[in-house]
């Protein structure tokens, strides 16, 4: 028990802060969906695969975090109980990712559909599969790479090809027992070489010049460079999805969802020390904004180029206004983002799932959504804007040779 009292701290807060307000918001959420009487259909299958794979995906970016690296440095240096220690941390792990993130996307299914209480049961008993099966295959993957994947594949198979309810149940629960047996034999120190590993990769080749800092930094990162090609993946499936729009010019509207790459954006936030270097030293600030928005401005304009192709690809039609309404648009963002980023950073974070969830991430991408509007009714705007975006980027580069 002080072992989970002294991780829930590290996670949760002091006072246990961030589970009330996570549960605080869900209440209201669940209230004012439930009185706002906005009903769906929704398959059972639907609910099952959400919270099995959104949790797991949460759970996997919460073992890969760094964060936390500090509570288990204290720990390690005192005497511990090998499986106390491994099944306290993967539980709290587990009791975060659950509370904080899958509760919200159980709130929005629970109050907007109708669930008997053993598919709600089957729900829950999902979330808590894939924080086990996420954990085992975790230290698994070191050793047996194929192992977890086609664990993971048996699971979605069962649950998106069966659709029975019995059977997801029966899987969870045979899912729960393998990686419970599994960690009983586990290592705990397996948890921390591991982040240990990734850390220290994610450091290496620093140079002086600051893109290829970044480009590196990205390289070393798996769930960045994950985030990313989500991105590219989704770009070349929206042009086929907005088809069905006939009469409005919605590409921009894609471009505006593109720009939704929250961990490329919160690099300063992410890293305390290289913030601090970055304020500190003199120079280092336009040195740095200017080439963290050049950084930007590539990734977003490679997931627009993959989007454009796409559309063309499907649709045909793509000319120069929408050519330089791409860039205009990875351009912006990336202004955007980066200022955003060196004047209001995110503080008071405990993971790296928590930095990558915050509210402030949806701010860009609305910006961009209102401007993709504007332009969609409105072609002449593309010029308008393209006027603005100079302004700012002459306004930026003079701020940042001044600072």
């Known amino acids: 028990m002080k072992t989970v009292k002294a991780l829930s701290k590290q996670l949760f807060g002091a006072k246990y802060e961030s589970a009330g307000k996570s549960l ?82 159980w709130v929005l299914f629970f109050a907007a559909a109708a669930w008997s209480g053993f598919e709600i049961t089957v729900a829950l008993l999902c979330g808590c599969m894939a924080c086990a099966v996420t954990s085992a295959a975790y230290l698994l993957l070191k050793k047996n790479a194929a192992l ?57 080749g620093h140079t002086g010049n600051v893109f290829v800092y970044l480009v590196r930094y990205l390289m070393s990162n798996k769930n960045y460079c994950v985030n990313t090609v989500g991105l590219c993946a989704v770009a070349c499936f929206l042009p086929q999805l907005f088809g069905e729009y006939q009469g409005l010019n919605v590409l921009p509207i894609g471009l505006a969802i593109l720009c939704l790459n929250t961990p490329i954006c919160t690099l300063l936030s992410c890293d305390p020390d290289l913030e601090q270097a970055v304020r500190v030293l003199p120079g280092q600030a336009g040195c740095f904004c200017r080439r963290y928005c050049l950084f930007v401005f590539t990734v977003n304009g490679v997931v627009a180029g993959i989007y454009l192709c796409s559309w063309q690809f499907w649709g045909g039609g793509i000319g120069i206004v929408d050519i330089g309404s791409a860039i205009l648009f990875a351009l912006q963002s990336a202004i955007l983002s980066v200022v955003l980023e060196w004047i209001c950073p995110i503080r008071r974070w405990k993971t790296e799932s928590d930095l990558w969830h915050h509210p402030r991430k949806y701010l860009v991408p609305l910006v961009m959504l209102l401007i993709a509007m504007v332009i969609g009714t409105w072609p002449l705007a593309v010029w308008i804007f393209t006027v603005i975006l100079l302004i700012e980027c002459g306004v930026l580069l003079k701020v940042t040779y001044e600072n």
């Open 24 to 105: 605080l918001t869900a209440a209201i959420l669940f209230l004012a969906i439930y009185a706002a009487e906005w009903k769906l259909v929704i398959a059972p299958f639907i609910l099952y695969l959400t919270s099995t794979f959104f949790t797991a995906g949460v759970m996997w970016q919460m073992l890969n975090g760094h964060r936390h690296l500090e509570a288990m440095q204290g720990v390690f240096m005192l005497p511990f109980a090998n499986r106390s220690f491994l099944f306290s941390y993967v539980a709290v792990l587990g009791v975060h990712t659950l509370i904080t993130k899958t509760l919200l996307i």
């Open 148 to 204: 977890p994947i086609l664990w993971a594949a048996c699971i979605f198979a069962v649950i998106l090809f069966l659709r029975k309810t019995r059977a997801v149940l029966a899987v969870a629960f045979i899912s729960i027992v393998g990686a419970v047996l599994y960690l009983y034999y586990a290592n705990a120190y397996d948890f921390y070489n591991a982040a240990i590993t990734k850390k220290s990769v994610r450091y290496a």
